[in-house]
């Protein structure tokens, strides 16, 4: 049998990049959380506990920086966010589910990055927007799934209405999150997802919450 041609194995030079580059990204979105785009490389690499020199070895300018840490959030996401319900579970509990989670991550990487996305920032790279903008849309998109797929098992026919997908936009998002400071992630998940059993009862007339 011929020798397979194996990749390269990892050095220690590399692993100790990739830890660098751990530490950055994880460094850059407590800084954008905690203080928005506004925040700056050295706040990044304090949070990073790195050098700034550290920061601009593994990432050339603060755009490229943050970008990164933006893709970093949005993974994030992707891998913890349910994509699925199973058909017999009540739709409220899986809202529940949804709700609660979305909040969880929106609490511990959003923050004040949030509020960034929506104040027009003249200083902020192009890039950096891109990435912001390229996050708002898979969250919309994300909160469409989840109010075709719940209206489908609620008995509607067809694509729900546009005002039950904003519904569900406005509940999956960081507004709902930060409009109950003093809830748990749990209990605004709660109440997210009670009011969006109700939107769909209002709008299909089959899905009632539990009391």
Known sequence: MPEERLGRPATLGDDMRAVAVTRILHGAMEALA??????????????????????????PTQAQLFVAAIGAVKEIYDAHLPESTDAQEPIEEWLRLIASTYHELN??????????????????????????????RARYEYAKR??????????GTGRPPAWVVDAFSLHLSAFA????????????????SRVLCAVLDAAVGTTAPSA
């Open 34 to 59: 905690n203080l928005g785009l506004g925040a700056t490389v050295d706040e990044v690499a304090a949070a990073a506990g790195v050098s700034r020199r550290t920061v601009f070895r593994h990432f």
């Open 107 to 136: 609490a511990r990487y959003v923050g004040r990055a949030f509020w960034d996305v929506y104040i027009e920032r003249p200083g902020v790279a192009e890039p950096v927007l891109e990435a912001i903008n390229d996050v708002a």
């Open 146 to 155: 989840v109010a075709t797929s719940t209206w489908h098992k609620a008995g």
């Open 177 to 192: 999150t930060f409009a109950f400071p003093r809830h748990s992630p749990d209990k605004a998940g709660q109440v997210c």
